[in-house]
């Protein structure tokens, strides 16, 4: 038994601690590849000895010393001890064992950040870069990615095989880029952060409705780029969008760990420094000029976090303004959240037509959120049965078992 618990505290350890642990040994070994390897070495370490030992009172940092010297035996028995090899083992041997808590905020986060940057290299491919980043900064499997792109496990595998080699072979430096090369490479980092923040906030599989470590990390790195890039909007806008909407996390899961949604919430229980802090966040996006895609998603959170309830929301501003997200950055899945505004500002009936307009969209036939909005505007119009029938397809197409959980309940009431 507490063998077991053990494995548990193992377990969520390296859920929080590895992306750290990855980015501060890529930085070192400039190989993501081995990185990665060497933090896996050290995960098996500790499940080796953490259940005889005891679980060490500064995890993270038990960890990184254990991958280090490991690093150093591994680029000593190479087959090939070059003079880069030789300086790196000891510049690990001789370096001061980090203070990973007190470091959190600075070197740290620096040198996730500077993985991001890495990972998004023009070198790689998008798919790639998405890919490697997700895995090794998302703690997401290869499986969990492949489901969440609609795409075969191999074609995932091979494409962050791929992305690691091509950065190994070509010695790209662990380092934030300046520059031109930091704005060619921005538009890739937010849309990193973004996925990482998404998949925190609503996970794609398992048993959490939400996975908190992966939001504050990918917040971190919104806050970092704020301050290295304080002329660009769309960075204000991608943090003000973070803060509000991780402003909720408390209110969005119940005691037992159940989804609670937007309109069940009790909103006294949601984080009102956040919301403060993604309003003024929001303020400086616009005062950079005209909003861009993550800016007019921040202007969207910022109507909910304004309200002091649903009825009293402002759906016909929501509607406005997902209509302009879909004019800067069209997408299937941005017109079905529209239709969810339009059919809070017009009715039900009006929101159904504007969800049956996409049943035909290839992207969205897979997708579960689709016929659970329509299951929800059927039960709004009272047609339990024909929304029974929507929340048991959307529970068939949902990998996150809370989720399923809630549409199966959804599924006996039709409301």
Request: hydrophobic letters at 50%; glycine letters at 8%.
């Amino acid at each position: 038994m507490a063998a077991t618990a053990t494995q548990r505290t193992v377990e969520a350890v390296w859920r929080i601690e590895s992306p750290r642990l990855i980015a501060g040994l890529a930085r070192v070994v400039r190989d993501v590849g081995l990185a990665e390897d060497l933090a896996q070495d050290a995960l098996v370490v500790a499940l080796e000895t953490w259940p005889r030992a005891g679980v060490p009172d500064n995890p993270g940092a038990w960890l990184m010393a254990t991958a280090k010297h490991r690093a150093i035996d591994t680029l000593r028995r190479g087959a090939t001890l070059d003079r880069k090899r030789e300086l790196i083992a000891r510049e690990l041997e001789t370096a001061a064992e980090p203070d990973l808590d007190a470091e959190l905020d600075d070197d740290i986060g620096d040198d996730l950040l500077r993985l991001v940057f890495t990972a998004c290299h023009p070198l790689l491919p998008t798919e790639g870069r998405i890919a490697m980043v997700l895995r090794l900064l998302g703690g997401l499997t290869t499986g969990e990615i492949a489901r969440a792109f609609l795409v075969p496990e191999t074609t995932v595998a091979q494409r962050i095989t791929r992305a690691k080699r091509t950065l190994a072979e070509a010695a790209v430096p662990f380092e934030v880029p300046s520059g031109d090369e930091r704005v060619e490479r921005l538009a890739s980092v937010l849309e990193v952060v973004y996925l990482i923040f998404n998949e925190g906030y609503s996970a794609t599989a398992g048993g959490d409705w939400m996975r908190v470590e992966l939001c504050e990390d990918a917040l971190r790195l919104g806050r970092v780029l704020a301050q290295i890039l304080p002329g660009e909007g769309e960075v204000h806008g991608l943090v003000a969008l973070m803060e509000i909407q991780q402003s909720r996390a408390r209110a969005r899961v119940g005691r037992d760990g159940a989804p609670v949604l937007l309109a069940d919430q009790d909103r006294a229980r949601w984080d009102r420094l956040l919301i403060a802090r993604g309003l003024a966040a929001l303020a400086r996006a616009v005062e950079t000029g005209p909003l861009g895609p993550y800016g007019l998603q921040a202007a969207i959170a910022a109507c909910h976090a304004r309200a002091p309830s649903t009825a009293a929301t402002d759906w016909a501003q929501i509607a406005a303004l997902y209509g302009a997200l879909a004019a800067a950055a069209p997408s299937p899945v941005v017109e079905l959240n529209r239709a969810v505004a339009i059919s809070m500002a017009e009715g039900p009936e009006a929101g159904l037509a504007a969800v049956d307009a996409l049943a035909g969209e290839p992207a969205l036939r897979g997708y579960h959120l689709l016929p659970a909005v329509r299951g929800d505007m059927l039960a709004r119009l009272g047609r339990r049965a024909e929304a029974s029938a929507e929340f048991a397809r959307a529970a068939e197409l949902t990998r996150n078992e809370r989720e399923r959980e809630l549409l199966l309940a959804r599924t006996r009431t039709g409301a």
